[in-house]
């Protein structure tokens, strides 16, 4: 969605995976703009917006996320969005082409917003971030934030840390004026992006467990707490292969699989599905961000002991022109020598190394097969002793 | 009689169980209810 809003995708419907057509035609019922608004769980009927009901002997939550939304005056004002579904897409975008939009604050510095600033900075549009912690993509190293900090300051993307909302009204020059915990500022666009909550009041209705993240509870099966009930997606948890605890991690690539385990499982098959390494990442202009597994904090509280490092090596081999400088982070278990995860940061390669390093960690190598693991080595495309061997190699020293 | 499948949301998490069991079993009976105009979304 944000390179639709980017203009780098043209058109909508190149967003849509399946389209309702698609569905009927395989003999799928598909009802749309219909809310499901409530659950008779002894009748065995969901009660529809449309005012009638219909009965089931399997049910499946796939209610999603929402964009939390604070409650502080101005939200409502036109030029005020957020973004979630491809109708918020549509509206950006429309509201870009159509209105003078000479200046955008975009509120939360995860990966909406960062994402976001590259599309309205694409789009002409002066930009500033802002957030409440002190860095963009806290996930990530301080090492690697100041990397991504430097990327946005190229771009001309102003980023302001350690900065709240408080409120919006009309402006004057601009459309908007804001006010921060650090003054006032002035915007015609403000994109909201600061995190999602699961959509969990249908699940509630009906009883189910809900689990410490605040997500549904679910087994390997994606069965719910309730016979008969399944959840799938952004609404309901995971199971992390690494720190063995069930997580919300609202993912699309985690979603399509959870809905196809659930789906073969309600056709009478038997799947599972084996949870997640925590693998993600996003693009802001040049740069690839990418992570994988845990950082000291997460491996501390599963019960790890973590020692981590940080190296700068070349993507490629040193012999060829133009560096790519590469930002890796190991993270491993002292007592084990198991790799618990990783970052990287850099212009080419990040996200091919953490998906490498999701492999290890999804198999539960440890550092010193990491550090001799046989890769393709070309010059262009990487050097023989690969970033991966060297930080590996480096961090056994330290265990 | 066959049996009654119901789906809330038609997200990728919804759409994709509604795809695969009807694919594995054309018998079963399957609504997508959706609250929005679209299925299957990209983000
Ligand atoms: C655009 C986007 C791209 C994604 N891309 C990927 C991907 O490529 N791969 C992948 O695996 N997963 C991806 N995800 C999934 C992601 O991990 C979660 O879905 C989602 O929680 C991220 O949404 P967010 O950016 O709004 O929230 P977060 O990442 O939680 O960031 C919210 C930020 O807002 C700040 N904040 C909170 N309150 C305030 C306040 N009052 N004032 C100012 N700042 C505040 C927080 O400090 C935080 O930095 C993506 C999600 C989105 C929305
Ligand atoms: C801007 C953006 C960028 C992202 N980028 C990435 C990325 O690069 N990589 C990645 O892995 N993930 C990314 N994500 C996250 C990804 O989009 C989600 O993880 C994924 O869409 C989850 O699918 P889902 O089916 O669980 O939920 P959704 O896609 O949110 O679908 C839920 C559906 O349920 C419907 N619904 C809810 N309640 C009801 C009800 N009561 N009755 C009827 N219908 C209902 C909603 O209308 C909605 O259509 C991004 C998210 C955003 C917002």
Same mark, same amino acid.
């Given at each position: 969605?944000?390179?639709?809003?980017?203009?780098?995708?043209?058109? +909508?419907?190149?967003?849509?995976?399946?389209? !309702?057509?698609?569905?009927?035609?395989?003999? %799928?019922?598909?009802?749309?703009?219909?809310?499901?608004?409530? %659950?008779?769980?002894?009748?065995?009927?969901?009660?529809?917006?449309?005012?009638?009901?219909?009965?089931?002997?399997?049910?499946?939550?796939?209610?999603?996320?929402?964009?939390?939304?604070?409650?502080?005056?101005?939200?409502?004002?036109?030029?005020?969005?957020?973004?979630?579904?491809?109708?918020?897409?549509?509206?950006?975008?429309? =509201?870009?082409?159509?209105?003078?939009?000479? $200046?955008?604050? %975009?509120?939360?510095?995860?990966?909406?917003?960062?994402?976001?600033?590259?599309?309205?900075?694409?789009?002409?549009?002066?930009?500033?971030?802002?957030?409440?912690?002190?860095?963009?993509?806290?996930?990530?190293?301080?090492?690697?934030?100041?990397?991504?900090?430097? +990327?946005?300051?190229?771009?001309?993307?102003?980023?302001?840390?350690?900065?709240?909302?408080?409120?919006?009204?009309?402006?004057?020059?601009?459309?908007?004026?804001?006010?921060?915990?650090?003054?006032?500022?002035?915007?015609?666009?403000?994109?909201?992006?600061? /995190?999602? @909550?699961?959509?969990?009041?249908?699940?509630? +209705?009906?009883?189910?467990?809900?689990?410490?993240?605040?997500?549904?509870?679910?087994?390997?099966?994606?069965?719910?707490?309730?016979?008969?009930?399944?959840?799938?997606?952004?609404?309901? +948890?995971?199971?992390?292969?690494?720190?063995?605890?069930?997580?919300?991690?609202?993912?699309?690539?985690?979603?399509?699989?959870?809905?196809?385990? *659930?789906? @073969?499982?309600?056709?009478?098959?038997?799947?599972?599905?084996?949870?997640?390494?925590?693998?993600?990442?996003? $693009?802001? =202009?040049?740069?690839?961000?990418?992570?994988?597994?845990?950082?000291?904090?997460?491996?501390?509280?599963?019960?790890?002991?973590?020692?981590?490092?940080?190296?700068?090596?070349?993507?490629?081999?040193?012999?060829? !022109?133009?560096?790519?400088?590469? /930002?890796?982070?190991?993270?491993?278990?002292?007592?084990?020598?198991?790799?618990?995860?990783?970052?990287?940061?850099?212009?080419?390669?990040?996200?091919?190394?953490?998906?490498?390093?999701?492999?290890?960690?999804?198999? /539960?190598?440890?550092?010193?097969?990491?550090?001799?693991?046989?890769?393709?080595?070309?010059? !262009?495309?990487?050097? *023989?002793?690969? !970033?991966?061997?060297?930080?590996?190699?480096?961090?056994? @020293? $330290?265990? | 009689?066959? #049996?009654?499948?119901?789906?809330?949301?038609?997200?990728?998490?919804?759409?994709?169980?509604?795809?695969?069991? #009807?694919?594995?079993? &054309?018998?079963?009976?399957?609504?997508?209810?959706?609250?929005? &105009?679209?299925?299957?979304?990209?983000?």
């Amino acid at each position: 969605m944000p390179y639709y809003i980017g203009d780098v995708i043209k058109e +909508e419907k190149r967003l849509i995976a399946r389209t !309702p057509e698609k569905f009927r035609d395989t003999g %799928i019922d598909v009802k749309l703009n219909t809310s499901a608004e409530g %659950i008779d769980a002894d009748k065995g009927i969901v009660r529809l917006s449309d005012g009638t009901a219909i009965p089931y002997d399997t049910l499946i939550l796939g209610t999603g996320a929402s964009a939390f939304i604070p409650k502080i005056p101005g939200v409502e004002l036109e030029g005020v969005f957020s973004l979630k579904k491809l109708d918020d897409a549509i509206q950006i975008k429309n =509201f870009i082409n159509n209105k003078e939009c000479r $200046k955008a604050i %975009i509120v939360g510095a995860g990966f909406i917003g960062m994402e976001m600033s590259e599309a309205l900075r694409v789009r002409g549009i002066e930009t500033q971030v802002i957030d409440l912690l002190p860095r963009p993509a806290i996930r990530w190293d301080p090492e690697f934030s100041k990397v991504i900090l430097e +990327e946005l300051t190229r771009q001309n993307v102003i980023f302001s840390g350690e900065t709240g909302i408080v409120s919006i009204e009309k402006g004057m020059d601009f459309r908007l004026r804001m006010k921060s915990t650090r003054g006032e500022m002035d915007a015609d666009i403000i994109i909201i992006a600061i /995190g999602i @909550r699961p959509n969990t009041k249908l699940a509630h +209705e009906l009883g189910l467990q809900i689990g410490k993240s605040g997500a549904i509870q679910v087994n390997f099966s994606q069965r719910t707490s309730k016979e008969g009930v399944y959840a799938v997606g952004d609404c309901c +948890e995971v199971y992390h292969r690494v720190s063995h605890r069930w997580v919300h991690i609202p993912l699309g690539d985690v979603a399509n699989k959870q809905g196809r385990v *659930a789906g @073969r499982n309600v056709a009478g098959g038997t799947m599972i599905f084996p949870g997640v390494v925590g693998a993600q990442s996003f $693009k802001l =202009f040049s740069l690839e961000v990418a992570a994988t597994g845990l950082d000291e904090a997460e491996a501390l509280n599963s019960g790890y002991h973590p020692v981590s490092n940080i190296i700068w090596g070349n993507a490629i081999a040193r012999a060829m !022109p133009g560096e790519k400088r590469l /930002g890796l982070k190991l993270v491993a278990d002292r007592a084990s020598g198991k790799l618990l995860g990783a970052q990287a940061v850099g212009t080419l390669g990040a996200v091919n190394r953490i998906n490498a390093l999701s492999c290890a960690l999804w198999t /539960g190598i440890a550092l010193d097969e990491i550090a001799y693991l046989d890769f393709a080595y070309a010059p !262009p495309v990487g050097p *023989a002793w690969d !970033p991966i061997h060297i930080a590996a190699q480096e961090l056994m @020293r $330290k265990l | 009689m066959s #049996k009654n499948v119901v789906i809330i949301g038609a997200g990728a998490g919804g759409a994709s169980v509604a795809a695969e069991a #009807k694919r594995m079993d &054309p018998s079963l009976s399957i609504s997508l209810v959706e609250g929005g &105009p679209y299925t299957s979304v990209a983000a």
